[in-house]
């Protein structure tokens, strides 16, 4: 009888292992990163899809940052002045643009920005398909919002939200939505383009204050600086 009692004892606490275990299982499939990114960002609270947002950012997974951009674009539009929004929307927007690829061909020297072919280099790849540089103007907008609203914006931020701000000039200069045509003749751009393009110098300046002189960002700061100075004159 007490080896039945044993045996039976060790059952129950088989069992019981075996359920903690399918729980456990269970719970790193319901609270992973990757499972999130199966949800509408739009169902969930202010907070959650601010999570969702951060998450995707970091996962790189771009049909989630399709669905954060979407949803925090629509909080945005309740709260324009609010800088953590703008920030996230922006950093969204710009991978949502396909214009990342331009600052690491940057970042590995395969564009130069000091180089005689920067302008159409620039040009041809804001032009090229897999790029959405509509998305990337808005995003240049929203960076703005957030500096202004006393957001933290990093070096690489100031970088995406002057060039953002570039691209709304060429798109004023090009005359119409979408024609951004005039990034390839700056000597064509008319004086309120040029004003504007003035204005993506001078966002991109505030990133460089402050900044160390040995910080390995810097070059490429004013390199981003001296390719903007051919379209505001």
Sequence with gaps: MEKRKG????GIF???ILLLFMWGCQAIFTYSPLSIFQRDPSTLSAG?????????LASGDSEAIAKAYSSITALLAKNPEDPELNLLAAKLGVEVSGVPELIDQIVQGKLDL???????????????????PSV??????YYRAADANGGELSSTDYIMGSLGILLGAAQDSGGSTNDFSSLGTPGTWNSTA???????????NEGLTGLPADDPTRSIL?????YIGNFTS
């Design 222 to 226: 004013e390199g981003f600086s001296g």
């Design 14 to 16: 088989t069992l019981l």
């Design 7 to 10: 045996y039976k004892a060790a």
């Design 136 to 141: 990337m103007v808005q995003a240049g907008e």
């Design 48 to 56: 959650a899809q601010k999570t969702y947002a951060e998450d995707a």
């Design 114 to 132: 000091s180089g005689s072919s920067a302008v159409s280099d620039v040009s041809d790849f804001i032009n090229s398909s897999g790029v959405d």
């Design 194 to 204: 040029q004003s504007e393009a003035q204005s993506a110098a001078d966002f991109l």
